[in-house]
């Protein structure tokens, strides 16, 4: 092969080089941006969560854009060096070097989470839609009301019946019949005795009447989701009323959920309180009406950082464990635990660990046989409360520049 040849064999090869040097590049950096946005969130949360723990003030940031620039660089040399000659002849030796180069330069942004419009949506209750889309998807009724739920009202026959989600070690008969509402919840879901239902409202809207409506503006008001209804089929006179439709979703009990009921309440850990000596579960399906009152963020990041240990205080303070051995066995265990230090149960790797304050704390899961895998619900918590705070982030395009770090 004549030098020439030489040259151009070695010129293709350092550009097909370089390609492949792209596009590895390109997919190094992805897999790692999204490994570092990966752990760096699971660390933000339970980091958050242990600062909680210990009676400290949450703190969030937010990644925004990820700029990355990428300079490629070929090279291609040749030496010819003599190494003598006669008269007829002349011998030569030739050297060739072919490299090719990737540099990167990242921008990070992030932003320090606060203000008015932070604060107001991390304490704003959450919208029960989120909810029932959850529960749609066929995820734990039970885990999702005991992370997500202030509250739960029944309503029967004019009686007011409120279960709270709150446990005192001192007062704990009032928790546990909310988790045993939770369980009784997880077993007709599972029995697919309990599902969503949608409701369509026409509310008005707040404003004067209208007297008369044109074709035109007829159809103003219909593309923008708007209804107008006249006043005189609810009795008045004259004009017409600006209306909506809303959806408004709500859990629905099947009839047959009343022989799930009562097979469960032979254990006596189903059993709660009842109204005319039927479970309210059974009555709510006659003439009962279930309310549904949400936590907002913070509510729930306090309850997964905190209920762990009140869920021991009132574990020992129990005479003889009666406590936990009233609640149904799916819900003997807090929502969440973050500390395992007094635990002697065989764990999982940890999804995330940190220490904080002198202590370790972790995201993991007991080893259970696969009859109890429904107790082993602690990594989902973790990602559940990740998922609703992606809920409350505020708009990277709202985020005010001055306000943003850079980090090259």
Not at 83 to 93: D, H, Q, V
Not at 108 to 127: Q, V
Not at 228 to 256: C, S
């Amino acid at each position: 092969m004549n030098l020439m040849n030489r040259v151009l064999s070695l010129t293709l090869f350092a550009a097909l080089l370089l390609s492949g040097c792209s596009g590895g590049a390109l997919k190094r950096s992805f897999n790692g941006f999204s490994s570092g946005y990966a752990e760096t969130v699971n660390h933000q949360m339970l980091l958050n969560l242990a600062r909680v723990r210990n009676g400290h003030p949450p703190y969030f940031m937010q990644m925004g854009l990820i700029n990355a620039t990428y300079s490629f660089a070929r090279n291609l040399g040749a030496v010819i060096a003599s190494a003598g000659a006669t008269p007829s002849f002349t011998s030569e030796s030739r050297q060739f070097s072919v490299g090719a180069s990737v540099a990167e330069q990242p921008t990070l942004s992030w932003t320090p989470l606060n203000g008015a419009a932070f604060t107001e949506a991390i304490f704003t209750p959450m919208s029960s839609t989120m909810l029932y889309a959850l529960i749609e998807q066929g995820y734990p009724a039970d885990v999702l009301f005991r992370l997500m739920v202030h509250s739960l009202e029944y309503t029967v026959n004019g009686e007011r019946h409120i279960f709270r989600n709150t446990l005192d070690p001192s007062h704990t008969e009032a928790f546990s019949d909310f988790l045993t509402l939770c369980a009784i919840a997880r077993e007709l879901q599972k029995a697919d005795c309990m599902r969503v239902e949608v409701e369509s409202k026409i509310l008005p809207i707040d404003g004067p009447s209208i007297a008369s409506v044109t074709v035109t503006e007829a159809a103003s008001v219909a593309e923008k989701g708007l209804f107008l209804k006249k006043k005189e089929e609810e009795g008045e006179k004259g004009g017409y009323q600006l209306t909506k439709t809303v959806a408004a979703p709500h859990l629905k009990v099947e009839r047959k959920a009343r022989e799930i009921i009562k097979k469960l309440e032979k254990d006596p850990s189903y059993r709660m309180e009842t109204y005319n000596g039927e479970s309210l579960w059974c009555a709510a399906q006659e003439s009962g009406q279930l309310v549904i009152r949400m936590r907002p963020f913070i509510g729930m990041l306090q309850a997964a950082a905190e209920e762990a240990d009140l869920f021991d205080a009132a574990v020992a303070k129990s005479p003889k464990h009666r406590f936990w051995e009233n609640l149904p066995p799916s819900e003997r265990n807090p929502i969440l635990r973050i500390n395992w230090s007094h635990s002697s149960e065989r764990t999982h790797p940890a999804l995330v660990s940190l220490d904080y304050f002198g202590k370790k704390y972790q995201i993991t899961d007991p080893v259970v046989t696969p009859k109890d895998i429904d107790k082993a619900y602690f990594r989902d918590v973790f990602t559940l409360i990740n998922h609703l705070f992606s809920q409350v982030l505020l708009d990277p395009s709202k985020i005010p520049v001055q306000q943003t770090i850079r980090v090259n």
